[in-house]
């Protein structure tokens, strides 16, 4: 019943409710990284929802389109701009995704929404995780964010589908904000955002606690 009716319509008032307070910032931050981004503030990829189905996510771009001598992009290090990495490390590059848990994208608690390329690469228990709308914020964010590993990340997303619930999506909006404030979990050690995954072993899923 949760799962069907109520957390649709808990997305819809939450997403509507959290728009008020951050207008300002919106406001705030479009014509900073508009200017940063030589008029390109926003992020738009394609990513794969619930089961498996494309849609477009909106972020906040925080890298510029530096190439080198080639016409290649320089590495996400390199193009990752000052005020950029502020909104990086505040997450506040996620503000515009409240706009797709209006549309019906987005949920605001799940597995985060990845590349669409991983799609060929998960085992069968790991595409379970789309067996749930994504979020702007789930139980492996809550848990490590970028920080884990790959294979620890699909072990928790798959334990959240397995346990969603009224009460563990509250804890995970708890969590949430408090884990905004810290920083260090933005990035998987030694890259600027999560390394690239390529496939693994599909090692069975563990028993996570909450």
Known sequence: MYRKFFKPLLD??????????????????FPVLFFQTKGKPLFRQV????????FTIYKFRTMNEARDEKGNLLPDAERLT?????VRKTSLDELPQLFNVLKGDLSLVGPRPLLVEYLELYTPEQFRRHEVKPGITGWAQVNGRNAVTW?????L?????NHLSFGL??????????KLFRHHEVSAPGHVTMERFTGSSGRQESEIKP
Do not use: M, N, Q, S
């Open 12 to 29: 819809y008032c939450l997403a509507g409710i959290f728009l008020i307070p951050a207008l300002p910032l919106l406001l705030v931050l």
């Open 47 to 54: 990513r794969p929802g619930y089961k498996g189905r494309l």
């Open 82 to 86: 000052g005020f950029g990495k502020f």
């Open 151 to 155: 294979e620890r990340r699909f072990e």
């Open 157 to 161: 997303d798959l334990w959240y589908v």
């Open 169 to 178: 999506d509250l804890k995970i909006l708890g969590l949430t904000f408090l």
